[in-house]
């Protein structure tokens, strides 16, 4: 019990209550940094995204872009900030940081031999958000694999494809990346006709249904620029191919294309124009007949008892 009241009588308490005070102020002084921090990264974005308006850039665009590098501006600053709180804590204990910055230094330096990839993924995912390759909300083909960029961290980068399989590529691995929604995208066709049906009507047409797909007040909104019909793409085994393409805003070329060619067949349908599709002749030895698979009707009824016999 002596030795208890001995250390207690010993014990600085004024030096504990005041380290005690500078500790708590030192975590207000955090606290409110990182508010002051979060207004002024909110004020950049809303800039970042007068910016790119002014510039030109597609709305959606700039906000994705300014998104993307306010968060890991955030991310940055937040470490930052609550590690030099931290050691100022440790300081306050009266605990020497020296030491730990001299041992964190060593200690880095073998993590960093030893951690060479990690590296390579962080310089990677630097440049790339430098250079503004990818955003959050891109739909991006990467090492073969295409998805929505739902993160893009300064160590890798995650997409979710159609399936809703979620896939992570360190960046320091990526070595293919193809953006589908930078600041616009399209949808690409391919028309099959018959060889029979006249080649401008057809063309004619596609453009027609594409005017008055840019005219629908829901699907033109989305549209950039009238249909573009390119011409004769290429001639097939079975088919004319025809080929062209409707410029779209990021992400909604797929809404577009699908409405453009339920169009398109009803068209089609309407004005009497064939799609072909392939056709098969089957043959069941020297005493056989080709299969009806292809023949007219009235052919097919001519040759059936034949076949029979």
Partial sequence: ?????????????????????????????????????????????????????????????????????????RQGVVIVVWLMGFLLV???????????????????????????????????????????????????VINGTGGLVERVNFRTIVLRDLAGVVHVFPNGSITTLANMTREWSAFVFDIRVAYKEDVDRVVALLQEVGKQLRADPQFGLLMQDDVEVFGVDRL??????????????????????????????????????????????LYFGETSQPSLANMPEATRQEAAPTAGK
Avoid: C
């Fill in 1 to 73: 019990m002596d030795l208890l009241t001995d250390y207690f009588d010993a014990v600085e308490w004024r030096d504990i209550i005041f380290s005690g005070m500078r500790i708590v102020l030192i975590l207000v002084v955090v606290w409110v940094l990182l508010i002051v921090v979060r207004g002024l990264l909110r004020r950049l974005e809303r800039s970042l995204v007068h910016q790119g308006q002014e510039a030109g850039e597609v709305p959606t665009e700039a906000a994705k872009r300014a998104e993307t590098l306010v968060r890991l501006l």
């Fill in 90 to 140: 440790l300081r306050e204990l009266g605990i020497d940081v020296g030491p730990i910055l001299a041992s964190a230094g060593i200690v880095g330096l073998a993590v960093g031999f030893g951690a060479q990839n990690l590296v390579r993924d962080v310089i990677a995912g630097f440049f790339m958000i430098l250079e503004n390759q990818v955003r959050l909300g891109d739909v991006a």
């Fill in 236 to 281: 097939d085994d079975m088919a004319v191919i025809i080929k062209g393409r409707l410029k779209t805003h990021p992400i909604k070329q797929w809404d577009v294309g699908r409405e453009f060619l339920r169009r398109v067949k009803i068209a089609f349908d309407a004005a009497g124009i064939e799609t072909p599709w392939p056709q098969r002749a």
